[in-house]
T-cell receptor, first 111, second 110 residues
Framework: NAGVTQTPKFQVLKTGQSMTLQCAQD?????MSWYRQDPGMGLRLIHY???????DQGEVPNGYNVSRSTTEDFPLRLLSAAPSQTSVYFC??????????FGQGTRLTVV | DQQVKQNSPSLSVQEGRISILNCDYT??????FLWYKKYPAEGPTFLIS?????DKNEDGRFTVFLNKSAKHLSLHIVPSQPGDSAVYFC?????????FGKGTRLHILP
């Protein structure tokens, strides 16, 4: 049982480049979300989804887009990367009010 | 505007003693509260949760206490073990999303 799988694990981007962070879960969870972790800032919610076709903004959505075309996948897109987006990104999935399961994270550096 | 606050960035506790991690929240609409543990280079892992209708939940060495009137919850770990050294995140859930605090780094001293 893979749980929540994030790819890639590491990525270096140049300012202005675009990329997509992939997230897939095999637990048939309705809820999926993206967080970023920065030193001294904890985990901040970027975007979340309560089911296929439904997404909403979290605490820090600017500079990121998401879509949810299937239950399993919830990609996070950076349209024009900025150094302020250097962070560790975590994807999570959950079934309603139960605990969320997290992926291993993607460490992104924007130079 | 922080909805979930962990005011202690770090805490050191002697092995075998009790570790108490604290968390405050501002939104009275949260339905449930969770604690997560995180080791370096890994994703957070779920530890224990409590519904807003309860005031205590226990799971082995871990107990979470909820004081709704004070909008405060705490995690007690007893006895503390070396493997408990990690960053602990308090989180609150409701309205389809989970909001996390900044975390507290727990050091268990030999």
């Amino acid at each position: 049982n893979a749980g929540v799988t994030q790819t890639p694990k590491f990525q270096v981007l140049k300012t202005g480049q675009s990329m997509t962070l992939q997230c897939a879960q095999d637990m048939n969870h309705e809820y999926m979300s993206w967080y970023r972790q920065d030193p001294g800032m904890g985990l901040r919610l970027i975007h979340y989804s309560v089911g296929a076709g439904i997404t909403d903004q979290g605490e820090v959505p600017n500079g990121y887009n998401v879509s949810r075309s299937t239950t399993e996948d919830f990609p996070l897109r950076l349209l024009s990367a900025a150094p302020s987006q250097t962070s560790v990104y975590f994807c999570a999935s959950s079934s309603g009010t139960l605990e969320a399961f997290f992926g291993q994270g993607t460490r992104l550096t924007v130079v | 505007d922080q909805q979930v606050k962990q005011n202690s960035p770090s805490l050191s506790v002697q092995e075998g003693r009790i570790s108490i991690l604290n968390c405050d929240y501002t939104n009275s609409m949260f339905d449930y509260f969770l604690w997560y543990k995180k080791y370096p280079a890994e994703g957070p892992t779920f530890l224990i949760s409590i519904s807003s209708i309860k005031d205590k939940n226990e799971d082995g060495r871990f107990t979470v206490f909820l004081n709704k009137s004070a909008k405060h919850l705490s995690l007690h770990i007893v006895p503390s073990q070396p493997g408990d050294s990690a960053v602990y995140f308090c989180a609150a859930g409701g309205d389809d999303k989970i909001i996390f605090g900044k975390g507290t780094r727990l050091h268990i001293l030999p």
